[in-house]
């Protein structure tokens, strides 16, 4: 709310504006902080009990992609985030971080690499072909 009134219209999206505040404020509390964040407990959502062996099943995959992501860089988990889990283009994650298209493709080429290696060092290959992280990278 602080930066509201440093916002000028350069024809960007006004959510890149809002994406690049939260970030950099982001940053300079992990900085200050260094708080002991899981990411299991930002994106773990119980399901309904239905199915009790697929929820074990993604559960085990839901920690084996957790534990890659996490040994990833921070660009490259940004990276992943905003383009796979929101749905964002290339375009719009360069808008949102100060990056070109070209440069975000780029980062996600080699964030996809390493966490096929990460994965295939896990033993759980199977989930990045499954998850379609192969064709993502093409």
């Known amino acids: 709310m602080e930066a509201l009134d440093r916002y000028e219209d350069r024809g960007l999206p006004f959510v890149a504006f809002l994406f690049r505040v ?18 299991d407990d930002l994106t773990h959502h119980p399901e309904s009990g ?21 040994k990833l860089k921070a660009d490259y988990r940004e990276v992943l985030l905003l383009r796979f889990v ?29 966490l096929r290696r990460e994965l295939e060092r896990a033993g759980e290959i199977t989930l990045f072909d499954r998850w379609g992280g192969a064709e993502a990278a093409k």
Do not use: C
């Open 22 to 39: 939260a970030r950099n404020a982001a940053i300079d509390k992990s900085r200050r902080t260094r708080p002991d964040m899981s990411i």
């Open 50 to 70: 239905q199915n009790v062996e697929g929820e074990a099943m993604r559960a085990m995959e839901h920690q084996a992609l957790v534990t890659a992501m996490s």
């Open 86 to 114: 929101e749905g964002y283009g290339a375009a719009d994650v360069g808008k949102m971080t100060g990056r070109s298209e070209g440069a975000v493709r780029t980062l996600q080429h080699r964030a996809l690499d390493r």
